[in-house]
């Protein structure tokens, strides 16, 4: 059901990065948070003019539609997966 959200390629590493942070949202918002996140980090492969969603799309997309009160554990997981969050958030990508 999860890999139907996609409506682009992904990153295979990003795609199961973004599966095991979402694994911490309760599931009560789960699904709405990961669509709305899908939905984010390919807007911004597109705007990137990227035909792959990649690392810093998915970052960019946590931050800004995971909801607040799960936002640090989710970028958290994604650091510990090898994500460099810290560098597509403090603006010098």
Known sequence: MK???????WDENIWKALLRAAAYIPPTVRVEA?????????????RRG????????LVIAAHR?????????????????GINVDKYLSGKV
């Open 3 to 9: 890999s139907k959200l996609k409506t682009m390629p």
């Open 34 to 46: 990961l669509i709305a996140v899908i939905k984010e980090s390919e807007r911004e492969a597109i």
């Open 50 to 57: 990227s035909e792959i969603v990649e690392e810093r799309d």
């Open 65 to 81: 539609k995971v909801p607040a009160a799960y936002k640090e554990v989710s970028l958290q997981i994604l650091r510990e997966q």
